[in-house]
């Protein structure tokens, strides 16, 4: 029974998904092209109840209508029975968004391993679909359209992943403990596109493995260069990569994104709780079908490859084209649901004592 129940709730999702895609050409950077690594709708199904290991997932929905720029004011407590207090454990002071080496491949290539210690790879039955980035020892932020409608025992969290088709014992595994999507996340428009993964269990912070930074309060990133990070797909129609890429792009303003002239979103599609980054110089780059849920990562002030979470991947039109940049849950929009809804986890800061 109780796996009837997971197929069930899984149909409901993947159904939701399917009837988004139907209308157009608009790519949520995700989830669920479980269809796609399977030969049809039934062998997936049947994947459900007898599993196999491997394989890659990507989603594609409908063009976003019109968005208000509702954002929740409620909050909600976790479940007791599984939260880890983080006053019954010692949190060490920390510092967060430090990337492991300086010396970056850029342009759209493969970053060096563990470049990025906060990178997480979400998988739903054992299977790659989105990303996410660690913002604490027990939380995991991605977008709400990964886990909108998944049972939290059916998605697994990997730390430390760089090649995804490789063994590495360095990787580091937890489970969901619960999952949060925002309580106004809108399926329709990808307003208010953020949620929260508590882990199992909470994850020891040291050089590899560290929290990426808050955003600052007032940011708004205008024509700053900032660096997507996944294992989306290199290009538009393809699968999802085995390596964890990087690109670089630059934060457009408001009035850019939704300047018709310069962009193809109609208007009211971008709310403000969305920004938008393109790709800079003559080179299209973007994110790409695989990268949902991902950082967008934009420099601190403080310091020199210190970095913190300006954005998480959302939604677009198809990967890297013309006058179409790619669109980005607002994270700083959210800082008091999220203090509001991570109070028993450890946090990092950016001017730490120490380096971890």
């Not at 976003?64 to 929740?72: D, G, I, R, V, Y």
């Not at 595994?173 to 882990?199: F, G, M």
């Not at 920004?275 to 601190?300: E, F, I, N, Q, T």
């Amino acid at each position: 029974m109780a796996l009837l129940r997971h197929v069930c709730c899984v149909l409901l999702a993947a159904s939701s998904l399917l009837l988004l895609s139907a209308g157009g050409e608009v790519k949520v950077r995700p989830v669920l092209q479980v269809l796609v690594g399977q030969n049809s709708f039934f062998e997936w199904l049947a994947s459900l109840v007898w599993p196999s290991n491997g394989g890659t997932t990507t989603t594609t929905p409908t063009t976003p209508a019109a968005t208000s720029t509702e954002l929740a004011t409620t909050t909600t407590t976790t479940s007791e029975a599984t939260t880890v207090a983080a006053t019954e454990r010692e949190c060490v002071s920390c510092r967060c968004g430090v990337i492991n080496t300086l010396r970056r491949i850029v342009g759209g290539q493969e970053t060096r391993r563990h470049q990025y210690p906060w990178m997480v790879a979400v998988l739903f039955h054992g299977r790659f679909y989105c990303a996410g980035s660690l913002i604490s020892d027990l939380y995991v932020l991605t977008a709400a359209h990964c886990v909108e409608g998944v049972p939290a025992e059916l998605i697994t969290l990997r730390l430390l992943e760089h090649n995804r088709s490789a063994s590495d014992a360095a990787v580091l595994q937890r489970h969901a403990a619960h999952v949060k999507p925002h309580e106004l996340y809108n399926p329709r428009s990808y307003n208010n596109d953020i949620a929260l993964i508590r882990l199992d269990r909470p994850v020891s912070f040291e050089a590899r493995v560290r929290p990426i930074c808050m955003p600052e309060t007032s940011g708004d990133f205008d024509g700053e260069p900032a660096i997507v990070t996944g294992w989306g797909a290199r290009r538009e129609g393809q699968l999802a990569t085995d390596t964890l890429q990087e690109v670089d792009v630059v934060v457009l303003s408001q009035d850019d994104c939704r300047n018709a002239s310069l962009s193809s979103y109609q208007p009211g599609q971008i709310s403000d709780n969305m920004l938008c980054a393109g790709y800079a110089g003559d080179l299209p780059k973007d994110a790409c079908s695989g990268d949902s849920g991902g950082p967008l990562h934009v420099l601190l002030d403080e310091e020199p490859g210190q970095y913190q979470l300006a954005g998480i991947v959302s939604w677009g039109e198809g990967c890297a084209r013309p006058n179409a940049p790619g669109v980005y849950t607002r994270v700083n929009r959210y800082l008091r649901w999220i203090a509001a809804n991570t109070a028993h986890a450890c946090m990092c800061t950016p001017l730490a004592d120490h380096d971890y």
